[in-house]
C-alpha cells in the first residue's frame, strides 16, 4: 500500500506563505503525475496544482500566480509553495495521483488564513 505523508500546512496570515510537502513510500512515484488537492469545510475536493514526471504543471485558475508544484523524484518528494495566501485558501491539502487520485488518501496538512 503506498502512503503519503503530507506536512507543512499551519496558521498564516492573509498574505503570507507557506511550502507544503507531500512524501510518497513509492520509489516508483517518479514515473507519476502528481497533483496537490484541497478540501474545505462544507465543499468538495478540488485540485489546485499538479506536475508530470517530466516537469510539467498545471493549475486551477484560483491559485495561478501565487501557488507553485514542484517535485524531487530522489526524494519521492512533490511541493506546493503557496505565497500571497487568502483567507478562502483555508483548507486541508491532500497530494495524489493526478488526474485520477488512485491512491490512499493521506491525513492531509490544515492551512488557516486567517488575521
Known amino acids: 500500500q503506498v502512503q503519503l505523508v503530507e506536512s507543512g500546512g499551519g496558521l498564516v496570515q492573509p498574505g503570507g506563505s507557506l511550502r507544503l510537502s507531500c512524501v510518497a513510500s513509492v520509489s516508483i512515484f517518479n514515473i507519476f503525475t502528481m497533483g496537490w488537492y484541497r478540501q474545505a469545510p462544507g465543499k468538495q475536493r478540488e485540485m489546485v496544482a499538479a506536475i508530470t514526471s517530466g516537469g510539467g504543471t498545471n493549475y486551477a485558475d484560483s491559485v495561478k500566480g501565487r501557488f507553485t508544484i514542484s517535485r524531487d523524484n530522489a526524494k519521492n518528494t512533490v511541493y506546493l509553495q503557496m505565497n500571497t495566501l487568502k483567507p478562502e485558501d483555508t483548507a486541508v491539502y491532500y497530494c495524489?495521483?493526478?488526474?485520477?487520485?488512485?491512491?490512499?488518501w493521506g491525513q492531509g496538512t490544515q492551512v488557516t488564513v486567517s488575521s
Open positions: 495524489n495521483r493526478h488526474p485520477i487520485a488512485t491512491m490512499n
